[in-house]
């Protein structure tokens, strides 16, 4: 069956970096866009970043542009989040998300999700 597993949360200090990994199996991973996505306690789900089947195009939340960088290993089946400059409002509970197609134009249409990972930015 399907399976999106997220791992890397933790605890960071503000302006501190993380990386998230989600590992995909059950589906044909090279052919799917895919995103992550988060939701902080008391807000809606919102989406943070984007990437094409082939990582030709990558979008992110205006939010995290420029601190936050979306990738893809197609042959080991894996999307990574990298996170700098991490503020306490990043805080939340990020979600892996595959897509029902290949591209993305704004929004992530999504078929299946991950269980998600904490990450806490707090001195």
């Known amino acids: 069956q399907v399976q999106l597993v997220e791992s890397g949360g933790g605890l960071v200090q503000p302006g501190g970096s993380l990386g998230l990994t989600c590992t995909v199996s059950?589906?044909?991973?090279?052919?799917?866009?895919m995103g992550w996505f988060r939701q902080a306690p008391g807000k809606e789900r919102e989406q943070v970043a984007t990437?094409?089947?082939?990582?030709?195009?990558?979008d992110y939340a205006d939010s995290v542009r420029g601190r936050f960088t979306i990738s893809r290993d197609n042959a080991k089946s894996t999307v990574d989040l990298q996170m700098t400059s991490l503020k306490p409002e990043d805080t939340a509970v990020y979600f892996c998300?595959?897509?029902?197609?290949?591209?993305?134009?704004?929004?992530?249409?999504?078929?299946?999700w991950g269980q998600g990972t904490q990450v806490t930015v707090s001195s």
């Open positions: 998300a595959a897509a029902q197609t290949s591209y993305v134009t704004s929004r992530l249409r999504v078929g299946f």
């Open positions: 059950g589906l044909t991973f090279n052919s799917i866009a």
């Open positions: 990437i094409d089947w082939s990582s030709s195009v990558k």
